[in-house]
Each structure stands twice: as structure tokens, then as C-alpha cells.
């Protein structure tokens, strides 16, 4: 939505973002101001004050955003018509993303269209981009990132990560990567006292700017449908990824950004047996060849 604004008119684009996304933000070419979603109202609403906004976009919202946006004097407010919280806005849009009738991010794509109809909406991707941190063509790197931090509802047993990583660990020139996220230690202490092959394990306690150059530097990125495969949709590289086996959680939701040729998304049953494995296997092993 940011990147079609920007690339398609002549307005200067800000962003509101909390503390863990704001130097992601602040890397971007196509976002011109990144204000902090801070703690404190009456100097958050003073900061948004001084840059004189127009008009504002919400993808979500809650009373506590209504109410800042409201109070910082900005003329036009846009946002899903949903909740009480809409009260604080003057120009809604009906969605219903409960019925999942397209993608999360086609929903926020609509919310532009309502403050320019004629807007060209057509991608440009990738819409994360670091230069010079293109894979390496000799060796192929397959990531794989079994954590979910509590928020998947669609995942593999850890220990069914550990079988698809090892099937593809003896092919020539493919190197297996493991990352971890800041939740998930449990996840690592697992895979460590398990692990019977050449794996790197990566916890990666960085920032998310190096986080996502990390990502970039893969061939295939293989998790569950959270934060990091979303980055990895970003980055518009090749995802294997898992959603929950309804649709709420699936992939019709959530699915990335990314192409539609780069993403092998699969709905993972609650008790899934040696069958829908072998499926995911299968589908591994000819990403990889």
C-alpha cells in the first residue's frame, strides 16, 4: 500500500509504527517520515501535530489510535468500518475481512482505493530490497524457522522440521540454515539436542533490519505463516509455509506478498499424519533440485 502510494503520486508519505519496526521503516526509500507509536499520547499526538497531515490510512484500529488521530487534527480518517473505535474516523470502508473474500494485504489495498479511486494498483516487487545481498548461485541456502512465538495457528512438530531439513542435507551444494526468534528458546534447545546432520543454527538476536538482510540472503525460507514469512515475502524470495487448517488461518488470509509462483503454502491439519508429511516433503525436495 506504502510502496503504490508513493510510486504512484506525488505525496509525502509517513508512517506510524512501533518501537521493534521503526528502523525497518526508517530504511525504506519510498516512506518519507517514520513517527514512533510511543507510550505517551500528549507528545505522540505533538509529534504527529508537527508534520501537518492530511489525511491518514489505518489498517487496523483501536480506540486508543482513533482517539490520538482525532485529537492530532487530521482532516480525513480513514479505516475499516469495524468496531466502536470507527466512531473516531470520517471515512470508512465496509470489508468484512472475517469472511476472507481476498488476502490481508488486498484488503489494505482497498483502503487506498478509497482515498484515490483511480489509483494505479498494479505491484512492484520485491517491496524489501538490500542491495547487494542477492543468494549465492553456487551454493542454495534453505532457511527453516520452526518457532511461532504463540502466534500460528498452523504448524509442524518440531520434530517433522528435523526430518525435512535432513532430507535435503546430504543434496550437493545445499546448506540448511536454522533461525530462531526471541520467543523461541524452547524451539532451539530442541532442535540442538536433536539435530544428526550439518545444520547452521542462527538465533537471531538482531535488529530487524538485519534480520530481514539475514532472510535476503536465502534461496527458500520454510516456516510457519508469522512475522518472518511475511518478511520473506517482502524480500519476494521462495517460501514453503504452513497455515492453520481453517479458513481464519489459511493461507486465502494470510497468504505473502510476494509472487504467486514463489509461495508453497499448505493448511496444516490439527492431527496430521505421515501422508500430508510426505506431501510437504515431497514439495521440498523439488524446490530444492
Known amino acids: 500500500m506504502l510502496k503504490i502510494l508513493k510510486t504512484q503520486t506525488n505525496h509525502r508519505v509517513i508512517v506510524l509504527v512501533s518501537k521493534i519496526n521503526y528502523d525497518l521503516a526508517r530504511s525504506i526509500d519510498y516512506i518519507d ?62 470489508q468484512r475481512r472475517g469472511q476472507v473474500k481476498k488476502t490481508e494485504w488486498q484488503y489494505n489495498i482497498d483502503l487506498l482505493k478509497a482515498f484515490s479511486p483511480d489509483i494505479n494498483c498494479q505491484l512492484d516487487r ?29 504448524n509442524l512438530k518440531l520434530v517433522d522440521y528435523l526430518k525435512l531439513a535432513k532430507s535435503i542435507s546430504a543434496i550437493q551444494d545445499i546448506k540448511v540454515v536454522f533461525t530462531f526468534g526471541p ?17 547452521e543454527l542462527v538465533d537471531s538476536k538482531m535488529s530487524l533490519v538485519d534480520f530481514c538482510k539475514l532472510i535476503a540472503s536465502f534461496n527458500l525460507f520454510v516456516s510457519t505463516s508469522t512475522g518472518p514469512m511475511h518478511l520473506a515475502g517482502a524480500l519476494n524470495i521462495k517460501t514453503l509455509s504452513f497455515f492453520g487448517d ?25 492431527n496430521y499424519g505421515e501422508e500430508f508429511y510426505q506431501r510437504v516433503e515431497n514439495k521440498l525436495i523439488s524446490l530444492c533440485s
Open 33 to 94: 517520515e517514520v513517527i514512533l507509536y510511543s507510550e505517551n499520547p500528549l507528545q505522540l499526538i505533538k509529534n504527529i501535530r508537527q508534520q501537518k497531515i492530511d489525511t491518514s490510512i489505518s489498517c487496523f484500529i483501536d480506540t486508543r489510535l482513533g482517539t490520538i488521530l482525532f485529537l492530532s487534527g487530521i482532516k480525513t480518517r480513514i479505516s475499516p468500518a469495524t468496531k466502536i473505535a470507527q466512531l473516531f474516523f470520517n471515512q470508512t470502508v465496509k
Open 126 to 154: 520485491p517491496f524489501l530490497q538490500f542491495n547487494n545481498l542477492t543468494p549465492c548461485s553456487n551454493i542454495k541456502t534453505i532457511a527453516f524457522h520452526p518457532g511461532f512465538g504463540g502466534s500460528s495457528d498452523g
Open 183 to 199: 520467543d523461541d528458546s524452547e524451539s532451539k534447545t530442541y532442535i540442538q539436542s536433536h539435530i544428526d546432520f550439518p545444520a
Open 246 to 270: 481453517h479458513l481464519f488461518a489459511s493461507s486465502k488470509r494470510w497468504a505473502t506478498i510476494s509472487d504467486p509462483e514463489k509461495q508453497a503454502n499448505f493448511e496444516v491439519p490439527q
